[in-house]
């Protein structure tokens, strides 16, 4: 079974709208963490934003904010006023824990991704 | 302070030859990873070092695949008799010293890759 499921492999958002991509995640383990990633055209890969499966609060950073929902286990990335530049592959990742110094654990396990599209 | 860097960018090899990547990771940074892109995919995971520990090689494909780390700084991976199906993106990436649980450091930063051509 997959661990990271990201269901919509291409969106495309109007500038300056707020669009959610989707993310489900798998795991028997209380403490992990989730990231977003952003890879451009370009190739390089962009972190984003993180959240602790301990998390009280969803996390946000500027325009990024993730829509935890631990019972769902769902993570999904809400970008709000979307700009021409947030065109590229989204990929959401789960590192599972509890990873120790020197443990074999750490890995990120990525999903497929979603193409965006913002549209002028 | 600078980021995470590959070399080279580009490789085109033929079948059959060895080829060498390179990583330099952020200066401070304990944990190193290497993952491989397919065209289209996400990110497969290769292999993990920390610190002076043994590596975590559970993610190579074959025993044409290795690396080392020296200490805690650069890192080469290595493709033996590469084939046609070794094309693809090869990322390195860099995180601080791993913490005991989940945490915001533990955020794995890319260098922007080595793209891989086996002709």
């Known amino acids: 079974a997959q661990k990271i499921t990201q269901t919509q492999p291409g969106m495309f958002v109007q500038e300056k709208e707020a669009v959610t991509l989707d993310c489900t995640y798998d795991?028997?383990?209380?403490?992990?963490?989730l990231f977003w990633y952003k890879q451009p055209s370009s190739g390089e890969m962009i972190f984003l934003i993180y959240q602790g499966s301990y998390d009280q609060q969803n996390a946000t950073e500027g325009r990024y904010s993730l829509n935890f929902q631990k019972a769902r286990k769902s993570a999904n990335l809400v970008i709000s006023a979307s700009q021409l530049g947030d065109s590229a592959m989204y990929f959401c990742a789960m590192r599972e824990g509890p990873w120790n110094y020197g443990g074999s654990q750490g890995n990120l396990i990525f999903g497929k991704g979603t193409k965006l599209s913002v549209k002028p | 302070g600078a980021g995470v860097s590959q070399s080279p960018s580009n490789k085109v090899t033929e079948k059959g030859k060895d080829v060498e990547l390179r990583c330099d990771p952020i200066s401070g940074h304990t944990a190193l990873y290497w993952y491989r892109q397919r065209l289209g995919q996400g990110l497969e995971f290769l292999i993990y070092?920390?610190?002076?520990?043994?590596?975590?090689k559970s993610g190579l494909p074959s025993d044409r695949f290795s690396a080392e780390r020296t200490g805690e700084s650069v890192s080469t991976l290595t493709i033996q008799r590469t084939q046609q199906e070794d094309s693809a993106v090869y990322l390195c990436a860099s995180s601080p010293r791993t913490s005991g649980g989940a945490s915001r450091t533990d955020t794995q930063y890319f260098g922007p890759g080595t793209r891989l051509t086996v002709l």
């Open positions: 070092f920390q610190g002076n520990s043994a590596p975590d």
């Open positions: 795991t028997s383990d209380p403490s992990y963490g």
